[in-house]
């Protein structure tokens, strides 16, 4: 069975680096060699080298204990801090999926476990055709879904469960993560999503805590 995954949200912002460093920490501490991808990063700023960097990849990389090359690691970075398609556009390059496909095989074959991570919601457009759930078809890896414990996290986390099923991938799990340390009812919430998500929760990670996985090495 593989040990790699691919951890998408259900939204921007949802605390999906937060919680794939955790998996990858969570791996290494098995002694298994562990590498974070983020095949597409917008918001990228120029290091003192001259180039793109973006502070969810070196998080990743400063988790992971394998040195791999950054395009490996990183195929696409961008400047804006949006819409990954339209970043793309903007610099005038196409995000293509075999491209991110080649480097995370080769990223496979020198690791254990590779964490990949998503950018932005499952459905978000990379490029004029494909969205980032192609990719995942692509990668054919185990999801895990990270749900931001918020105001609309239910039909959020409902509506993303339903398009991953929909495509024949196959949910790991998910990761409750409250983004919102002032969240209404939030017991209430969980628990209406581990009644309807038909997955196993692998955590529940309160406002700032450290995630723990219930998730076999």
Not at 1 to 21: A, P
Not at 26 to 36: I, P
Not at 122 to 136: G, H, K, M, S
Not at 182 to 198: G, H, I, K
Request: hydrophobic share 45%; aromatic share 6%.
């Amino acid at each position: 069975m593989s040990r790699s995954y691919f951890v998408v949200g259900t939204d921007t912002h949802v605390g999906k680096t937060y919680i794939s460093v955790g998996l990858i920490q969570h791996f290494v501490l098995a002694g298994l060699r562990t590498v974070g991808m983020k095949p597409v990063a917008s918001g990228c700023e120029l290091s003192e080298q001259g180039e793109l960097s973006n502070e969810d990849v070196l998080a990743l990389s400063a988790a992971s204990n394998l040195d791999a090359q950054p395009d490996l690691i990183n195929p696409y970075r961008f400047s804006p801090a949006i819409a990954p398609h339209i970043a793309a556009e903007q610099a005038n390059v196409l995000i293509e999926t075999g491209v991110i496909k080649q480097a995370y095989d080769e990223l496979s074959q020198l690791a254990d476990v590779v964490i990949v991570e998503g950018a932005g919601g499952f459905l978000v457009p990379i490029n004029t055709t494909q969205t980032l759930a192609d990719l995942a078809l692509m990668l054919n890896l185990p999801l895990i879904l990270v749900v931001g414990m918020r105001l609309g996290c239910i039909n959020h986390a409902l509506l993303t469960v339903e398009a991953i099923r929909a495509r024949g991938l196959t949910l790991a799990g998910w990761v409750a993560n409250q983004i919102d340390p002032d969240m209404p009812m939030f017991t209430e919430n969980l628990a209406s999503l581990q009644r309807r998500v038909s997955a196993p929760c692998l955590s529940v990670v309160r406002w700032q805590e450290n995630p723990e996985f219930d998730l076999p090495v």
